[in-house]
């Protein structure tokens, strides 16, 4: 598999994983879970563009 797509997926999954914490943090008045999960939501998101980007100068090279 290709490093692009693997971060694409990689950064999804985060992106997920992120946006639950923070509502879990939220539900439970923990301000603490809330932020992590924020962090790594936005975490997924970069990595997420960082694979579109790869994936953009992959087809550039063609």
């Known amino acids: ?3 692009s797509t693997e ?3 990689k950064g999804c999954c985060h992106e997920v994983k992120g946006a ?8 439970t008045n923990n301000c ?3 932020a992590k999960g ?3 939501k936005n975490a ?3 990595q997420h563009k960082v ?7 992959e ?3 063609k």
């Open 38 to 40: 924020n962090i790594e």
């Open 7 to 9: 971060d694409k997926i």
């Open 51 to 57: 694979g579109v980007a790869e994936e953009a100068v």
């Open 1 to 3: 598999m290709k490093t």
């Open 44 to 46: 997924g998101k970069l």
């Open 20 to 27: 639950i914490k923070e509502e879990v943090g939220k539900v």
């Open 32 to 34: 603490c879970t809330e």
């Open 59 to 61: 087809q550039l090279k």
